[in-house]
T-cell receptor
Framework: NAGVTQTPKFQVLKTGQSMTLQCAQDMNHEYMSWYRQDPGMGLRLIHYSVGAGITDQGEVPNGYNVSRSTTEDFPLRLLSAAPSQTSVYFC????????????FGPGTRLLVL | EDQVTQSPEALRLQEGESSSLNCSYT??????LFWYRQDPGKGPEFLFT???AGEEKEKERLKATLTKKESFLHITAPKPEDSATYLCAVQGTGRRALTFGSGTRLQVQP
């Protein structure tokens, strides 16, 4: 099993550009989520999904969109990047909706100029 | 609103010098408390889940304990490879989201 994979590892964007951060898992996990990690603030939940076709907002959803067309994939879209979205983004998955034992991907480091 | 506070922010130990990391939390009904380890440039790696006060879990040199207000991660005779940031998170009853603390950065010197 590859576990949770994320691409790209690093990305530089200009303000206003759009992009998609990819996340995939091969563990047949129902629950997937996106977090951002900023210095001194801990991990904050952006969006999550409890299964294919079902998504919901987390703590900091503004500026981000998600969709879940398959169990394996959960892409995060930035529609119009802003410098405030400079962060490290982590995708995570867990077997059940109870969210125990979340497995995290290696992260995408995003810099918005 | 669920809150998690971790202390200290940073800790430097000598190899073999045991210590404890603290995670204080407030939550409206605890569903679970989680400990993760995060190495620089990598994603968090799951260590433990604790569910109720009095519960303890161990893994190699690490032991996690839980009370109604806080959790401790005890590190016994640490080695340099234990150097990492340790994250604590809670999940409240009826909530899907985890609330994370900002972590304790541990450095173990040989």
């Amino acid at each position: 099993n590859a576990g949770v994979t994320q691409t790209p590892k690093f990305q530089v964007l200009k303000t206003g550009q759009s992009m998609t951060l990819q996340c995939a898992q091969d563990m047949n996990h129902e629950y997937m989520s996106w977090y951002r990690q900023d210095p001194g603030m801990g991990l904050r939940l952006i969006h999550y999904s409890v299964g294919a076709g079902i998504t919901d907002q987390g703590e900091v959803p503004n500026g981000y969109n998600v969709s879940r067309s398959t169990t394996e994939d959960f892409p995060l879209r930035l529609l119009s990047a802003a410098p405030s979205q400079t962060s490290v983004y982590f995708c995570a998955s867990s077997y059940s909706r109870d969210q125990e034992t979340q497995y995290f991907g290696p992260g995408t480091r995003l810099l918005v100029l | 609103e669920d809150q998690v506070t971790q202390s200290p922010e940073a800790l430097r130990l000598q190899e073999g010098e045991s210590s404890s990391l603290n995670c204080s939390y407030t939550v409206s009904g605890l569903r679970g408390l989680f400990w993760y380890r995060q190495d620089p440039g990598k994603g968090p790696e799951f260590l433990f889940t604790l569910y109720s006060a009095g519960e303890e879990k161990e893994k190699e040199r690490l032991k996690a304990t839980l009370t109604k207000k806080e959790s401790f991660l005890h590190i016994t005779a640490p080695k340099p490879e234990d150097s990492a940031t340790y994250l604590c998170a809670v999940q409240g009853t009826g909530r899907r989201a985890l609330t994370f603390g900002s972590g304790t950065r541990l450095q173990v010197q040989p």
